[in-house]
């Protein structure tokens, strides 16, 4: 007996698909910027050098493993509002609003950096919010604020490290 495909039910979570696209467009976004920002914590991982280098290279672990998780809850926020999660080195470049550091910076820059990198998410995030909020997802709202509180405090206690 031949299978027969059955397509699925189109999504009906009371969010409408010109909303959930700009919504999916701005995670899109976050992700990029998320990634980057998770690729340039972890080269500085690997890289930092000095005086501070068992605190940084601990706090940078930290930081990138969190962002790492970070990735796959975007990712999949993306995919349950109905659109494919970008995932390619050039996506990711084309979206994000950081940029790659080339070289090897000092620890005190490589602190800056992932300062203006932390403060950049949440800008990303901050700028989803009217759309989310009109459209009444909960869901990315609730995403979106914890983003946000993480990488608040993540700036906080890089830039701590510089005073």
């Known amino acids: 007996m031949k299978a027969m495909k059955v397509s699925p039910p189109a999504i009906d979570t009371g969010i409408d698909a010109k909303d959930r696209a700009k919504i999916a467009g701005g995670l899109a976004k976050l992700l990029a910027d998320t990634y980057t920002l998770y690729l340039k914590t972890h080269n500085f991982h690997w890289n930092v050098t000095g005086p501070m280098f068992n605190t940084l290279h601990l706090m ?11 990735n796959d809850l975007i990712a ?8 494919p999660a970008p995932g390619t080195y050039a996506e990711f470049v084309e979206l994000a609003s ?16 992932l300062v203006e990198g932390n403060e950049a998410v949440v800008r990303t995030a901050r700028a989803i919010f009217p759309t989310v909020d009109k459209a009444g997802d909960e869901p990315t709202a609730d995403l979106l604020t914890q983003r946000m509180q993480i990488h608040e405090k993540n700036a906080w206690m890089l830039r701590s490290l510089l005073e």
């Open 60 to 70: 940078f672990e930290t930081q990138y493993n969190e962002l790492w998780q970070a």
């Open 76 to 83: 999949e926020r993306i995919r349950a509002l109905g659109h």
């Open 98 to 113: 950081i940029r790659e550091t080339p070289g090897q910076p000092s620890a005190p820059e490589m602190i800056r950096l």
